[in-house]
């Protein structure tokens, strides 16, 4: 199917406009050029031979399918530097993308199962978003995902192995396979995250059910719901998350490629605009799914017919629901006024 085009000044306000990205996981920006130069300089072996057929495995049916291969792709990264590293390319990549400010998860349960210290993942990542902001003035902080299909002991007892470095991470999140793993499973987890000061965010509705953002939000008391797009089979829900102005972090290329939307056209991000909703455009796994977050703005402009207006909401949504101090919030949101 051709693509279709979007006006060329339309194109440059996308590229150009200053922007928050608040839904990415760190592990999804590891380009398959990276796994296999990380796999040569750890002594890991892939069942992959090159590249190309790495590649080629990026044809994903659902969640599930993605997951599978992108916990694969998550085994090459053994030692801090490598989570350095990882995290430096993704930030180098955003500023080029005027991403003045990243929130970014990370899975310490996909590594500390490996045997891989907390301290060389977080100790890594942090240090990265230092190194960011010193050379290229990005605002960068963490939040700390669990894994949603693991036990909620597993997720205290990776809590609790963080919070040595409390100081590093801003919030904490719900991540991996959504349906059968409901958010009500990590009760305790989450008030022990709250009461240790962090934000709290959770992926809800993206494949699950509209029931799981009610309890992401009552259960959990999520500040915002990563993904969310099934809120729209529930007028009431709409209507809360409209009125409270809880963000939703929408991730459009992620949601063709896991076919939620398998036709971009169709996707319902104009509509969740339209009904009031704090809604941002993110990334989720850049490498995984064809491309960072201007490429989700192109491309989802290009296929919904969204315009220049629309745009501006969308950026200036994205620092609403950022986690930034005020100051920095309405510095950004300064620079869009026109
Ligand atoms: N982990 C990485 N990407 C994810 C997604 N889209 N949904 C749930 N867990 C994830
Ligand atoms: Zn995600």
Redesign the pocket.
């Known amino acids: 199917m051709a693509q279709p085009s979007l006006p060329d000044s339309l194109t440059r306000l996308l590229a150009a406009l200053p922007k928050a990205e608040l ?1 990415v ?1 760190i592990e ?1 920006t590891l380009e398959p050029e990276m796994i296999f130069a990380l796999a040569a300089r750890n002594g890991v072996s892939l069942p992959y031979d090159s590249v190309e057929a790495l590649r080629r495995a990026y044809a994903f049916t659902d969640l599930q399918s993605f997951l599978d291969i992108y916990y694969a792709g998550a085994s090459v990264l053994l030692h801090e530097q490598d989570f350095y590293d990882m995290a430096m390319a993704y930030l180098e990549r955003a500023v080029a993308d005027h991403v003045v400010r990243a929130e970014i ?1 990370f899975d310490p349960q996909t590594h500390t199962a490996r045997g891989v210290a907390m301290q060389a993942v977080i100790g890594g990542l942090h240090r990265a978003c230092q190194d960011a902001r010193q050379r290229w003035g990005i605002s960068a902080e963490l939040i700390l995902c669990f894994l949603r299909h693991l036990s909620e002991d597993d997720a205290l007892a990776t809590l609790e192995a963080a919070l040595p470095w409390r100081d590093r991470f801003i919030g904490a999140g719900l ?1 991996s396979s959504e349906v059968g793993h409901p958010p009500a499973k990590f009760a305790r987890v989450f008030e022990r995250a709250r009461a240790e000061g962090l934000h709290v965010v959770a ?1 809800a509705g ?1 494949e699950g059910p509209p029931e799981y953002i009610w309890q992401a939000l009552d259960i959990l008391k999520a500040e915002r719901i ?2 969310g797009v099934q809120a729209v089979h529930d007028p009431a829900l709409m209507r809360r998350l409209a009125e409270e102005r809880i963000p939703l972090t929408v ?1 459009p290329l ?1 949601n063709q490629k896991l076919r939620v939307f398998p036709d971009l056209r169709q996707h319902n991000l104009p509509a969740l605009l339209e009904a009031g909703l704090c809604a941002t455009i993110n990334s ?2 850049p490498a995984y799914f064809g491309g960072y977050i201007n490429d989700n703005f192109a491309q989802t402009f290009a296929a919904t017919g969204m315009v220049a207006e629309q745009a501006y909401q969308l950026a200036a949504n994205s620092f609403e629901a950022s986690f930034a101090p005020e100051s920095e919030k309405s510095r950004w949101l300064e620079q869009l006024k026109r």
């Open positions: 839904h996981h999804g998860f991540d992926h993206e990563d993904h991730c992620s989720d796994d």
